[in-house]
């Protein structure tokens, strides 16, 4: 069972990336998930999180309106879009997936990936 990130990277404010969550071992549209991030010094925090029950989607304060999730339950791949991206935004970003129950709560997450890094110069 493993989640794969990737996607990170150096961008200029204002820039745009895409990260991708790619899972094995497991199948992504029984699971709820999530993209949380940690900056340096500071706690994992989520960023989005979607209900593989009933389709919702959210996301923190901080990025609404500028990131969005997306989901190929074929490729069994999770996306984070990000746009308008600040220098606030680095971090290193992780997807989680979830069978049971729907949130930001890190402790509500079965499995994590490994990580991808995110840098946005100002």
């Known amino acids: 069972v493993q989640l794969q990130a990737c996607g990170g990277g150096l961008v200029q404010a204002g820039g745009s990336l895409k990260l991708s969550c790619v899972a094995s071992?497991?199948?992504?549209?029984?699971?709820?998930n999530g993209w949380f991030r940690q900056a340096p010094g500071k706690e994992r925090e989520w960023v989005s999180c979607?209900?593989?029950?009933?389709?919702?989607?959210i996301y923190s304060d901080s990025v609404k309106g500028r990131f969005t999730f997306s989901r190929d339950n074929a490729k069994n791949t999770v996306y984070l879009r990000m746009s308008n991206l600040e220098p606030e935004d680095t971090a290193v970003y992780y997807c989680?997936?979830?069978?049971?129950?729907?949130?930001?709560?890190?402790?509500?997450?079965?499995?994590w990936g490994q990580g991808t890094q995110v840098t946005v110069s100002s």
């Open positions: 979607y209900s593989t029950f009933d389709g919702l989607t």
């Open positions: 071992g497991f199948t992504l549209n029984d699971h709820s």
């Open positions: 989680a997936a979830t069978s049971s129950g729907y949130g930001g709560s890190l402790s509500l997450y079965d499995y």
